[in-house]
């Protein structure tokens, strides 16, 4: 009995818990604090990397021109294109129907 008349005294809102009019408002505590400002200082280091690169415009242009040469799967693309797709016209395909050009 006792049980029970301890779950009754606890009240929730109405409808979503957190959203709303009677809403559930959590409390600010120091460890929550501490968390959130932790979250924003590695927010702003991340930017400042972004807004700060480590290679300049004039050092980034063609930096991976090497690499780009030697990717397999640049490769591997090449040689399906060569083996496969070969490029048809619907002139080649009615090439047998022109016996002669001249007009009669």
Request: net charge positive; charged share 30%; hydrophobic share 40%.
């Amino acid at each position: 009995m006792h049980l029970s008349s301890i779950l009754w005294k606890v009240k929730l809102p109405k409808g979503h818990i957190f959203r709303g009019k009677y809403r559930l408002v959590k409390k600010v505590t120091l460890p929550a604090l501490r968390k959130m400002k932790q979250e924003l200082e590695i927010e702003e280091k991340n930017m400042f990397y972004l807004r700060h690169p480590y290679l300049t415009v004039e050092q980034s242009i063609g930096h991976m021109h090497d690499l780009k040469e030697n990717n397999q799967m640049t490769k591997f693309r090449q040689a399906r294109l060569q083996k496969f797709c070969k490029t048809v016209t619907l002139a080649d395909h009615l090439n047998h129907l022109k016996v002669k050009d001249a007009w009669e």
